[in-house]
Structures are given as C-alpha cells and as structure tokens.
C-alpha cells in the first residue's frame, strides 16, 4: 500500500560531527482507493430508488345498462374539440355548427361560466382531441377538469364532421 524509500540505510548517531541522515520518502499506492470508489458507486445506483412516475388518477365510469341511467339534458354538455396549436374549438349542446374557438389558456373561463350557468349535477363536459392535438394538450385538459372540479367528463373520439368544421374554422382564420 505505501512504500518506504530506503536508500540511505545508515546508524542513526547523535553528536556533533555526524551527518544528518535524509528524510525518507513515502509514495501512496491509490490503486485499492480506484476499487473503493467504483464499489461505492455500484451500491449506490443499485441502492437508489427511480423516481417514481407522477400519474394523476382516472375514474372509469360503472358499466350501468342505459335504461337505468336518466338522460342528460342537453344544455348541461359542453364539447372541447382539441386542435393543434393549443387551439381548442367548443360548443354547447348537440349542434356542431354553433362551434367556437378559444385557446387551451382560456378555457378555463367558458368552463367556470356553463358551469355556473348549468345545474351541477347534470354538467357534463365530452373532450374529444383530434389527431393533430398534443398528448401535452391533452393532459391539460383533463388537469383543467380537476382544477374546475368538474366531477362529469369523458375522452371521446372526434367524429369526422367535426374534425372537417374545425379545419375550416381554422383556415378562416
């Protein structure tokens, strides 16, 4: 491990006259403290835990036949259609063609105002992201409903007419 220079091994004499002897020097050997290190190192990334994935956690609806449940009216749904662009296209009721557009940070004032103008046990909010919409936006989306505390939504695929109305909104403008 450490080495000790012996080339002078001459008596040690006390008294005048007697040369002194030189120091002898010590060379350190840190190839044991290399090993030390990459151990260390092994047991501490197979020691530390991953982060753990941050999920936020999806209620899936009971499977209830249809007769049992009673119809929602239908001004209590709004539709979020969600384009590309953080563009996001809604409209109330059943009727498409009364489509709006809005942007992904404003959407939380249309959701706060139908839902201060609906019931709030018959508010009911569909998204439907369309293929040129964001994963992120998506996620957004449904954080929007958790902060709103909209209790009623679901992801629902876009059907082909509505996605057709959103592009031509979207080249109107």
Avoid at 52 to 67: A, G, Q, Y
Avoid at 114 to 139: C, E, G, L, M
């Amino acid at each position: 491990m450490a080495e000790l220079d012996n080339a002078s091994d001459t008596a040690h004499k006390k008294g005048p006259g007697v040369k002194k002897s030189k120091k002898r020097s010590t060379r350190v050997d840190l190839t044991p403290m290399v090993d030390l290190g990459f151990l260390l190192i092994t047991f501490f990334i197979f020691t530390t835990s991953m982060t753990k994935p941050r999920v936020m956690p999806l209620i899936m609806p009971k499977d209830v036949p249809p007769i049992d449940q009673p119809p929602v009216p239908k001004s209590a749904v709004i539709t979020l259609l969600l384009a590309k662009n953080d563009q996001v296209y809604y409209y109330e009721g059943d009727d498409p063609m009364q489509m709006k557009a809005s942007d992904l940070h404003s959407i939380r004032d249309v959701l706060l105002d139908k839902k201060r103008r609906t019931d709030p046990t018959w508010f009911q909010v569909i998204i439907k992201p369309s293929k040129d919409a964001t994963y992120q936006n998506t996620v957004n989306t449904l954080d929007e409903m958790t902060i709103d505390d909209v209790h009623h939504y679901a992801m629902v695929d876009i059907t082909p007419e509505e996605y057709t109305l959103i592009t031509a909104l979207r080249s109107q403008h």
